[in-house]
């Protein structure tokens, strides 16, 4: 065998080294690759889940605190109308003071400051949405509406409608809320 035989052999083998050692390496990188990519998805995977229970986290927690404000705003409504209710006989006794006081009396500095009073106390009470239920003239309404006697009447159209009140009722009204604070007790035609 020659010297260039030999040479044509060595390379011929070292190109048969390099091309194993090649797939070797190929076969590893490929191997490697298999390995990221199966990692990879489960990365996204997890992450995906990640997000996934963050939106549900976010969802509840939005949800929550919607009920403890609508619970805060019920809480004020609640303490308001409580509130009010140990204040409303005082101002049904004005008015039925005011009811009561004679035609001649009314220009009376006493009488004047009353009225004042009990307007005040009206004013101040729709400053916080509270009402006074309609009711002279008017069907009865179960729901703001209290009968309390019937009264025989001459005109037929007062028949079955409110003539009188005996006691002012009061409403809560905040946009689309209504809550009824005391009805009204009337005396109804007959």
Known sequence: MTDKDL???LKQAQKEHKQKADSKKEHALQIEIEKLQKNYQEQTEIAAKAQRDYINLKLDFDRYQNQVSER??????????SSVKKFLPFIEDLRKSLDNIPQDKKSDPL???????????LKVLESMHIFQIKALGLVPDSL????VSLMPVEDKKMKWKIIQEFERGFIYKKGDKQIVINPSKVIVGN
Do not use: M, R
């Not at 805060?72 to 109308?81: A, F, P, Y």
């Not at 009488?111 to 106390?121: E, G, S």
């Open 7 to 9: 040479q044509e052999k």
């Open 72 to 81: 805060e705003k019920e809480q004020d409504t609640n303490s308001l109308i």
């Open 111 to 121: 009488a004047q400051w009353v009225q004042l009073v009990y307007d005040n106390f």
């Open 144 to 147: 703001v509406h209290e009968p």
